[in-house]
């Protein structure tokens, strides 16, 4: 039988009956042996956009833990009943003031995010969004400043999340579009 996967430590007791007789039937799921309800550890899904404006990407600086300080791109968790599309837009709005148009899908990568002790396991999808002038924009939210990198300066290891520097990399090896 599976053992409890490390990012469950914190799952002692039944949600529905608060005992503690748990089986994990799997590192994605365990059954309450007390009542018979099953609990399946499912990933949430998170945005980040990469916004690109004249051969530069637009950055944010972290306010908080995790990364607090570092780099990141704008976006966040999806909401219920939320596309990955409206989140990216509501994120961006919330984080920088920007109204972005629709972006394209770029890639998916798997993540792990620490919060107040609990590692949860993300699906982070990136989106891309070429903006032709540079916007009026104001950090708020979970980001203290924002940067226009050039991308021949981006440093992907200053980048907060494992999933977003891989992006980033990737998104680095295409060609720039070139500048009007």
Known sequence: MPHRPAEAEHIRHCPRCAATSLSWHSTKNFHCNACGFTLFLNVAAAVGVIIECRGKILFGVRRNNPGKGMLDLPGGFVDPEETAEECAGREVLEETGIKIPAGSYFMSLPNSYLYRDITYSTLDLVLTVRLDEFPAMQAADDLIELLW?????????????????????SYLLQPAVPLL
Do not use: K, T
């Not at 300066?153 to 980033?168: G, K």
């Open 149 to 169: 990198v050039d991308r021949d300066e981006v440093d992907p290891e200053q980048i907060a999340f494992p999933s977003l520097r891989e992006a980033v990399r």
